[in-house]
């Protein structure tokens, strides 16, 4: 199964990745390989969420950040 972690790793690393994300969502995450389960948390998971979910792939001693930039 694929991990978030590297799904979100694509996604914010890839221009074009994420220009064909931003137009259907849905069909890349199902082509990435994510989980209906994985996919949901990604469209509607809080940032703990999804941290959480990282780490859990990860591992305990993972550093998750996240940054928003304007």
Same mark, same amino acid.
């Given at each position: ?6 799904? !979100?790793e ?12 931003? &137009?259907?969502?849905?069909? =890349?995450? $199902?082509?990435?390989? !994510? ?13 703990? &969420?999804?941290?959480d979910? =990282?780490? $859990?792939e ?13």
């Amino acid at each position: 199964m694929a991990k978030v972690a590297d799904f !979100l790793e694509k996604v914010s690393s890839d221009e074009a990745f994420e220009a064909k994300f931003d &137009k259907n969502p849905k069909k =890349v995450m $199902d082509e990435f390989g !994510l989980s209906e389960d994985q996919q949901h948390l990604i469209r509607t998971g809080t940032a703990k &969420k999804i941290r959480d979910a =990282v780490k $859990d792939e990860l591992g305990k001693d993972a550093l998750v950040l996240m940054v928003k930039m304007h």
